[in-house]
């Protein structure tokens, strides 16, 4: 079993930054991609970014590339979205999940974080 939980959210302005932090327990963390999701108010969660077990690849979708970075320390179990330049559509519960496969969209994403909320203002 792996355990995830996230932190780093909070209320920003426009424009402004935020990192979160996706920290594991349990099993083998860096043997697992890492992927972060976001659920908006009345709409379904979706894959943003995701990140292979090394780190050597990364994943994004068009709407975050170039503001959102994703990083990994397997040292310290421990996965970082970076979000610069945030935007009041990127409000949102953000959630990490982890899964055996290359982090890309489609993987089996079998273990999930309890979510932390961003909220972006205009």
């Given at each position: 079993?792996?355990?995830?939980?996230?932190?780093?959210?909070?209320?920003?302005?426009?424009?402004g930054?935020?990192?979160?932090?996706?920290?594991?327990?349990?099993?083998?963390?860096?043997?697992?991609?890492?992927?972060w999701?976001?659920?908006?108010?009345?709409?379904?969660?979706?894959?943003?970014?995701?990140?292979?077990?090394?780190?050597?690849?990364?994943?994004?979708?068009?709407?975050?590339?170039?503001?959102?970075?994703?990083?990994?320390?397997?040292?310290?179990?421990?996965?970082?979205?970076?979000?610069?330049?945030?935007?009041?559509?990127?409000?949102?519960?953000?959630?990490?999940?982890?899964?055996?496969?290359?982090?890309?969209?489609?993987?089996?994403?079998?273990?999930?974080?309890?979510g932390?909320?961003?909220?972006?203002?205009?």
């Amino acid at each position: 079993q792996l355990q995830l939980v996230e932190s780093g959210g909070g209320l920003v302005q426009a424009g402004g930054s935020l990192r979160l932090s996706c920290a594991a327990s349990g099993r083998t963390f860096s043997s697992y991609a890492v992927g972060w999701f976001r659920q908006a108010p009345g709409k379904e969660r979706a894959f943003i970014t995701g990140i292979n077990w090394s780190g050597a690849m990364t994943y994004y979708v068009d709407s975050v590339k170039g503001r959102f970075t994703i990083s990994r320390d397997n040292a310290k179990n421990t996965v970082y979205l970076q979000m610069n330049s945030l935007k009041p559509e990127g409000t949102a519960v953000y959630y990490c999940a982890a899964g055996g496969g290359s982090g890309s969209y489609n993987t089996p994403w079998t273990y999930w974080g309890q979510g932390t909320q961003v909220t972006v203002s205009s």
